[in-house]
């Protein structure tokens, strides 16, 4: 079954022929849908999953869901409406996804990777009645994109698993850290992790993360 989605994605089928929990991945800056996707074979088989490649072609390869941009002190900045925009598309390729394969709209789950982590956990606060699950490695809340009425939303459906490296040498861990306590300001059910990597995913974090969506869908 093909799916006419707004943007360039790939999928594995679900066991299940119907209503089966739906699995988004959203990649890092400067990479694509198959990154994430070899995680595929190793999670749960009733998972649906869909691995989308971000709006933004990068040179001279590559994909990004938000710009980000140096200045001459080298200072990095995100182009936080064109990050804004990325997260309408991604509601529409869920909406989308939801309407043209056999999945249950009330169990879709994010698994986000750095750039990717950060536009998953927005979207997810944003609209927390479309997500049900986050999994966000190696990434940080960006305030800047969060709903001005935070206080005001249900989140009582949400739950977030977070990961990071402890010698993370992109995203500081300092900066991961944070992301708990943001969480239990706003009573959102989550797990947080730390591992002695860098930017990246090591062997535990999978296993432990696979074994957390299980629990979950």
Known sequence: ?????????????????????????????????NDLFSFATELPEELFIISIRAPHPLQPS??????INFDAEQNKW???????SSMKVLIDCIDAACEHYPVDKNNVSLLGFSQGTILGMATALNHPTKIKN?????????????????????????????????????????????????????????????????????????????DWISTKI
């Not at 995100?78 to 804004?84: H, L, T, V, W």
Request: aromatic share 10%; proline share 7%; with cysteine.
């Open 134 to 210: 986050i999994i966000g490695l190696s990434g940080y809340v960006n305030h800047d994109i969060l709903p001005d009425n935070l206080e005001k939303l249900d989140y009582s459906n949400l739950s977030f698993y977070c990961s990071h490296g402890t010698v993370d040498q992109v995203i500081p861990i300092d900066w991961a850290r944070q992301t708990p306590v943001f969480l239990k300001s706003l009573n959102i059910e989550h797990t947080y992790s730390e591992f002695p990597v860098g930017h990246g995913v090591a062997p535990q974090n999978f296993y432990e993360l696979r």
């Open 78 to 84: 995100n182009d936080n409406e064109q990050a804004k």
């Open 1 to 33: 079954m093909s799916a006419q989605l707004p943007l360039i994605h790939i999928t594995r089928p679900s066991t299940l022929k119907e209503n089966a929990p739906l699995l988004v991945m959203l990649h890092g800056y400067g990479s694509d849908e």
């Open 62 to 67: 590559g994909n990004a869901w938000y710009a």
